[in-house]
């Protein structure tokens, strides 16, 4: 079954940075894209960004573009999030999301989630 | 940017209730919508895409409808585990970005 497990979460001073990791099993991780969508505390959901399964594109919210990077290592079955330049407005769960299916029309669908990791920004 | 408004924000019904939930996107958006339900502290879960499929293992009493820039989610009989918060979510713009609505939290009255 398709298990996706975020790590990497914690409390980070404004202006910092934070590497979190989704370790992915139960599935082919490099045949699918992969999406990181945020959720701040008794708010709704948010996208953050997108990856293709081969890594060859990626696209990002314009809240966060510039400051995350998406990235993936298809060898060790591994999506990440890198985010710099950390503010008070980023403290949120962040949330991995597959993609449900193989093709491009499948991207803005995400089928499986994982439990999420909490980043908290402040000094 | 699509946006996504949900009404209403909030809803109280019993079980056994029909409840519906509505999706308006900001322009058209075909059929590129999607449904989620989220219990409190937990991951959101894919009921809904193509604005009407039904997401496999996903109870049949959960429907979907709609297209351009109106939709629908409908829960036929409220049941004691529908009790979450419903998300609608556009996918025509993407790339390069998705929208979520705001969300509709599902109350016991």
């Known amino acids: 079954q398709v298990q996706l497990v975020e790590s990497g979460g914690g409390v980070v001073q404004p202006g910092g940075s934070l590497r979190l990791s989704c370790a992915a099993s139960?599935?082919?991780?490099?045949?699918?894209?992969m999406h990181w969508v945020r959720q701040a505390p008794g708010k709704g959901l948010e996208w953050v960004a997108f990856?293709?399964?081969?890594?060859?594109?990626?696209y990002y919210a314009d809240s966060v573009k510039g400051r995350f990077t998406i990235s993936r290592d298809n060898s060790k079955n591994t999506l990440y999030l890198q985010m710099n330049s950390l503010r008070a407005e980023d403290t949120a769960v962040y949330y991995c999301?597959?993609?449900?299916?193989?093709?491009?029309?499948?991207?803005?669908?995400?089928?499986?989630w994982g439990q999420g990791t909490l980043v908290t920004v402040s000094s | 940017d699509i946006q996504m408004t949900q009404s209403p924000s909030s809803v109280s019904a019993s079980v056994g209730d029909r409840v519906t939930i509505t999706c308006r996107a900001s322009?058209?958006?075909?059929?590129?919508l999607a449904w989620y339900q989220q219990k409190p502290g937990k991951a959101p879960k894919l009921l809904i895409y193509?604005?009407?499929s039904l997401q496999s293992g996903v109870p049949s009493r959960f429907s979907g409808s709609g297209s351009g820039t109106d939709f629908t989610l409908t829960i036929s009989s409220l049941q004691p585990e529908d009790f979450a918060t419903y998300y609608c979510?556009?996918?025509?713009?993407?790339?390069?970005?998705?929208?979520f609505g705001g969300g509709t939290k599902v109350e016991i009255k």
């Open positions: 999301a597959k993609v449900a299916g193989y093709s491009s029309s499948w991207y803005g669908v995400l089928g499986h």
């Open positions: 139960g599935f082919t991780f490099s045949s699918y894209g």
């Open positions: 990856i293709r399964y081969d890594g060859s594109n990626k």
């Open positions: 322009q058209g958006i075909s059929s590129w």
């Open positions: 193509a604005a009407s």
């Open positions: 979510q556009q996918a025509n713009s993407f790339p390069p970005a998705l929208t």
